[in-house]
């Protein structure tokens, strides 16, 4: 791994462009007038020496595809990503790698479906500070080193979920030149944690939080669980230093948030914006910490991720970098029902069936927008059937290299171009899920199949739904349509046995 000194300054760098504060005494029309000149001289620059687009990639955890606005979430405020929307390509039928954390980032980083990779669910490894999750393997081609090879610098900001510090599966052994956030996923649930790793160094945090094992005596203050340092506060302070220190190479910005994943931590001045605009029931803190205010708390979370996500907009329009730069925002799996969130009353699923850990639509259709000056028509809307292991072959179009020769993916660059009819189709897509007694899925065409407790029974019946007039997922037409079963059963054998054999069938 690359090193990088964090600067004096950065704190205070950072602090200005999280308050938003302007401190500079002079006219608006003269800061207006400085800043399109540094801007215009930037972009020139940036042209001359960076003819690859940057690629910025945020990722959700456990966001609905309902849960923004322009996907139709009437409750939390998101106008930062509704405006990505509105600059850029809004996908109604993209689909998450897995249906929960580790498997997602693995078929995005591999280029594979969950049939084929090498990290099918989350599964815990090592004790302590070793602790992480089943790890890549050691030779892997990941997005990582493709972008590498053609000359990109690659950070990842957030949470890694895909290997522990000693393990092969270390960001550093896999494609990235920085890594700041969480190796492991059970680390990532709590927000003050006691450390983290910033620019690849493990750092003590001003924190002592607790979010597991609390206890029958635990409070039930949701100010208890409240530190002094929020991680992904963190991580925006990183990755917009990142961001500042790559202007004269192509840069891939790899940026998995831990929102808005339980436990239910929002910063207090995001929980003021809430409080007080929903019917509460206080969350008693069963498995993650308690909260008065749960409802206020998930909302105060989402739209602090959004203000994130402004902030980084921003940060590449001041650099010039913005017309160089595409910026792809989706979630790793459907919404969450833990840890207190109430997913019905905001309609997380957007009337989709199913949540986090399911096969149905609830727990794998995930929001996707792709903002691309110049390239990405604004204000669009495709319909094209899409998952996140299309992304290393849509990658690799994007900067002219080659994806993994075993990927699974289709490009989709050109649907982002506008160029429908050259467009690939997939024959279908398969996910497969270990957890709840094992769990298929196959979408062909308009059509999905749901095959359950796949452990107990490799031939259960299928589920069939046809999700052109049933996107709900409803109306079992297995019986009436023994052909188009057949065709899907078929397709659920498109996988090979995993080292890992409790996550086999």
Avoid at 303 to 332: A, P, W
Avoid at 411 to 440: D, I, M, N, R, V
Wanted: proline content about 4%; aromatic content about 10%.
């Amino acid at each position: 791994m690359k090193a990088i000194l964090l600067p004096a300054s950065l704190g205070l760098y950072a602090l200005g462009l999280l308050s938003g504060c302007v401190q500079q005494q002079v006219s608006d029309n003269t800061v207006k007038a400085a800043q399109a000149a540094s801007q215009q001289v930037n972009q020139q620059v940036n042209q001359q020496v960076n003819d690859k687009p940057n690629i910025v990639y945020i990722l959700a955890d456990d966001l609905g595809y309902g849960e923004v606005g322009v996907y139709g979430q009437m409750l939390i405020n998101t106008p930062n990503i509704d405006q990505l929307a509105v600059d850029g390509l809004r996908f109604t039928q993209h689909y998450s790698g897995s249906t929960v954390c580790a498997p997602t980032r693995s078929t995005i980083l591999e280029g594979k479906h969950t049939g084929y990779t090498t990290v099918r669910g989350n599964w815990k490894t090592g004790k302590g500070r070793e602790q992480g999750n089943y790890p890549l393997a050691a030779g892997t081609r990941t997005i990582g080193h493709m972008l590498q090879e053609q000359g990109y610098v690659t950070g990842i900001f957030g949470k890694w979920g895909l290997g522990g510090k000693s393990s092969s599966g270390h960001p550093a052994k896999q494609g990235f030149d920085y890594f700041s956030g969480y190796l492991d996923h059970k680390h990532a649930h709590n927000y003050y944690p006691d450390y983290i790793y910033r620019y690849g160094k493990e750092v003590e945090l001003d924190n002592n939080v607790k979010v597991h094992n609390l206890g029958e005596n635990r409070s039930y203050d949701y100010k208890t669980y409240v530190g002094k340092q929020y991680v992904p506060d963190l991580m925006l302070e990183d990755a917009l230093h990142f961001i500042n220190s790559q202007q004269k190479q192509p840069f891939f910005l790899y940026y998995p948030l831990t929102i808005p994943h339980v436990a239910l931590q929002a910063t207090e001045a995001s929980l003021q914006e809430y409080i007080g605009k929903f019917e509460e029931v206080p969350y008693r803190g069963k498995s993650y910490t308690p909260h008065q205010y749960p409802r206020a708390a998930h909302a105060a979370m989402v739209t602090h991720m959004d203000k994130h996500i402004g902030k980084i907009m921003t940060e590449l329009e001041r650099l010039g970098l913005d017309e160089n730069t595409i910026v792809m925002f989706s979630s790793d799996n459907g919404a969450s029902i833990e840890g207190g969130y109430d997913d019905k009353f905001f309609n997380a699923s957007a009337g989709l069936r199913g949540n986090k850990r399911d096969l149905y639509e609830g727990g794998i259709r995930a929001p996707f927008i792709v903002k691309w000056p110049g390239k990405v028509q604004k204000n669009t809307v495709s319909d094209h059937v899409s998952a996140q292991w299309d992304l290393m072959a849509t990658f690799a179009d994007i900067i002219g290299t080659k994806a993994n020769a075993d990927t699974n993916g289709i490009s989709f660059l050109p649907t982002l171009l506008g160029q429908q009819a050259k467009q690939q189709q997939h024959a279908h897509l398969y996910w497969e899920f270990w957890e709840q007694g094992g769990k298929q899925a196959v979408r062909m065409g308009d059509w999905k199949g749901v095959r359950l407790n796949t452990k107990s029974n490799a031939n259960a019946p299928i589920e069939l739904y046809n999700l052109a007039v049933d996107p709900s997922e409803k109306n079992d037409l297995a019986k009436q349509n023994p052909k188009i079963v057949a065709k899907i059963k078929l397709a659920m054998q498109d996988r090979a046995s995993s080292e890992k054999t409790s996550w086999n069938f």
